[in-house]
């Protein structure tokens, strides 16, 4: 548990760089305004809603009789909650409006018309939610394509543990930190809805917690998918996929998806049609009445009231179902909708944010159903009022806050399913990133085949062992790594030309894992850290007491670094950095890859008593070098037919040059 507290500690201090602390105040001041947006819309709109009313009550004082009043009709507005004041919604969707007569009129503004309803909203609609849907997919794209960029330091860190449990900590680490950092940014968001007094209800919480939820999957979406364009790509291509998959994921996906779902809307009775259809129903009517009433003239009152009775149950049942025939129509895009966006994490956050504003296009179907409902209540007491009541005595038929549609957060039909099926993606993701780290930490970037006529290298116990390597360098050493983590059956077709033993047991064809700690050059220190963070990551991953960090922190060359970022040290500073650490990890074996290179001589001495220091311990360190002009006093040449030589009294000659006083380069 104490690799992976030292690990979070690493990931966290890689990531709260002066740089990222900034781009966060800029995130911060963006979601501020954006939810103050929703904040100014929400209170206009109850501002409008309270003149809508009075309206309402002005222009019924102003009515003649029933009669004028049935002809006139109700107004309904429909109300969203102060929840809906984070997300966006359909442009149309916006002081959304319905009116309903005693017959034919049920018109929810031009939001019935066919396609309109299906429109999209601006991909800059400046909401909270929005905008944290676009930093937000960016930002973790970028956290994921920066998570594994330097792979001799992760060597490093597998020396500690296996592969496997490395990858999940850093993953883990990195998690935490982008969860941690959403629900801060929540926490902010919610300040500005405190200050301004806005009421949010009980009910709310359960939907906001989906969109908590939706946010993680589009998160975690990312993240892997980040982790995977950085194995894949090539640095020069890196910034420029990253970009063009963020682009076709928040963009031109969504965007596709909305003309296909635009051009389904097509085929929705146009509401003029409608219109004029249910119109055609009374006219019908009418003229049956203008018939009766010209034969019955001498009882005129009561054959209309028969015939009134007569079309609510026929006629009016005919226009019902004019309007039910035109919400199912409505209800079989909204599903394609929501199969359609429910296919990516990105869509997903879109379509669920929008139901959960309750401007979504389940609460457009509710509250057509509601004015449906107020219509036939409408109709009826109509009827009553004018054929069974004195019709002089105008009665309101809005009762209270009937006028008003309280609309509710919803989330997208067959959420759970989506949900899982995003989680899917993600799992594929995470396999595919899980391969490529171990790919990178194990595949050879060269190929060039190891020289058969190498001879074997024998690790002994207390014995440090130098090797000049004369051809390919990188390819050599990461066969020897790969060879002492077992790894080299699996990621070497080719027989393997070298042999390491030790103890007369040989580890060519191993399959298990050495305890061996991989070392490598300074100029591979994570450049994100600081001097004084990188120390006490390792104080933590070793189990330093604190009076062995404070001995590490006391090392020569550290006092004056300490605050300062490892990037932007020279590279002997670098050097006094590692030399400051190594001293205190304790492993049998040490795989020390190339650290002398351009470093001085008196890098050189102190790496060479470190050395010691570990066989004296009763460690074998194998050290790799590309230089032998340290080698002073021996002859070795050049052999085109080995990958190196054995350089036996390095060590010695460094001693001496230290011995000597030597300091130069």
């Known amino acids: 548990m104490w690799q992976f507290r030292a690990i979070f500690f690493h990931e966290s201090r890689t990531i709260s760089c002066w740089r990222n602390v900034i781009i966060l105040a800029l995130l911060v001041i963006l979601l501020q305004y954006g939810v103050y947006k929703g904040i100014w819309d929400h209170q206009s709109f109850i501002a409008k809603s309270r003149e809508f009313q009075a309206n309402e009550r002005l222009n019924f004082k102003n009515m003649v009789n029933d009669i004028n009043f049935s002809d006139f009709g109700v107004q309904v507005l429909f109300l969203p909650t102060a929840s809906g004041l984070f997300f966006s919604y359909p442009p149309l969707m916006f002081e959304v409006s319905g009116n309903i007569n005693s017959i034919v009129t049920l018109n ?321 993701l995470m396999i595919a990133s899980f391969l490529l780290f171990r790919r990178l930490l194990y595949k050879p970037e060269e190929n060039e ?55 007369d047991v040989d580890y060519t064809d191993n399959r298990a894992k050495l305890e061996f700690v991989y070392v490598h050059h300074p100029d591979r220190l994570p450049k994100d850290l600081r001097v004084k963070d990188y120390i006490g990551f390792f104080a933590r991953l070793l189990k330093l007491t604190r009076e062995q960090e404070v001995q590490v922190n006391a090392a020569p060359g550290i006092t004056g670094i300490k605050r300062k970022y490892i990037g932007k040290l020279k590279r002997e500073d670098r050097g006094n950095v590692l030399l400051a650490v190594l001293p205190y990890i304790k492993k049998g074996i040490y795989l020390v890859d190339v650290v002398s290179r351009d470093m001085s001589v008196e890098y050189i001495i102190r790496l060479n008593g470190i050395m010691k220091g570990w066989t004296e311990s009763g460690a074998a360190v194998l050290f790799l070098t590309l230089e032998r002009d340290v080698n002073i006093g021996v002859s070795v040449g050049i052999n085109n037919e080995i990958n190196f030589n054995e350089l036996d009294l390095w060590s010695e000659t460094v001693s001496r040059l230290n011995e000597l006083g030597y300091t130069g380069k």
């Not at 049942?317 to 209800?331: G, H, P, R, S, V």
């Open 449 to 503: 085949p190891v020289k058969k006529g190498n001879p074997a290298i024998l690790l002994k116990k207390s014995l440090l062992k130098v090797l000049w390597v004369i051809r390919d360098p990188k390819g050599f050493s990461e066969r020897l790594y790969n060879l002492l983590s077992g790894k080299f059956p699996i990621y070497h077709k080719k027989e393997c030309a070298l042999e390491v033993k030790m103890a």
């Open 108 to 428: 929810i503004r031009n939001n019935s018309l066919g396609k309109s309803l299906f429109e999209s909203s601006s991909i800059y609609q400046d909401r909270g939610a929005n905008i944290l849907f676009f930093l937000g997919s960016l930002a973790a794209l970028f956290i994921g394509v920066g998570v594994f960029r330097n792979r001799d330091h992760l060597k490093l860190l597998c020396s500690f543990n296996s592969c496997n449990r490395i990858y999940a900590f850093v993953i883990i680490s990195r998690l935490i930190l982008i969860m941690v950092l959403f629900l801060l940014l929540c926490m902010l968001m919610m300040i500005p809805v405190l200050l301004e007094s806005v009421a949010l209800t009980q009910s709310d919480v359960p939907y906001l917690t989906a969109f908590i939820i939706v946010f993680i999957l589009q998160a975690l979406f990312f993240f892997f998918l980040g982790t995977i364009i950085r194995f894949v790509c090539s640095p020069w291509s890196r910034l420029g996929v990253l970009l063009a998959a963020w682009i076709l994921l928040i963009v031109i996906v969504p965007g596709l998806f909305q003309s296909i779902i635009e051009e389904e809307a097509n085929v929705i009775t146009s509401h003029y049609k409608l219109h004029a259809d249910k119109l055609n129903i009374v006219t019908n009517f009418e003229k049956e009445v203008k018939e009766k009433a010209g034969k019955f003239a001498e009882n005129g009152f009561a054959v209309f009231r028969d015939l009134l009775e007569k079309f609510r149950d026929n006629g009016f049942k005919l226009i019902e179902a004019k309007d039910e025939d035109y919400k199912k129509q409505i209800q079989r895009v909204i599903k394609k909708y929501y199969l359609l966006f429910g296919l990516t994490p990105p869509t997903l956050y879109k379509s669920t944010t929008l139901e959960i504003s309750s401007r979504g296009y389940g609460n457009f179907l509710d509250f057509f159903s509601y004015l449906q409902e107020l219509r036939r209540h409408f109709f009826q007491s109509r009827i009553d009022r004018v054929y069974y009541n004195d019709p002089k005595a105008l009665v309101n038929f809005v009762k209270e806050n009937e006028n008003l549609f309280q609309s509710r957060p919803g989330l997208p039909e067959n959420f759970g399913y989506f949900v899982l099926l995003n989680l899917g993606y993600i799992l594929g």
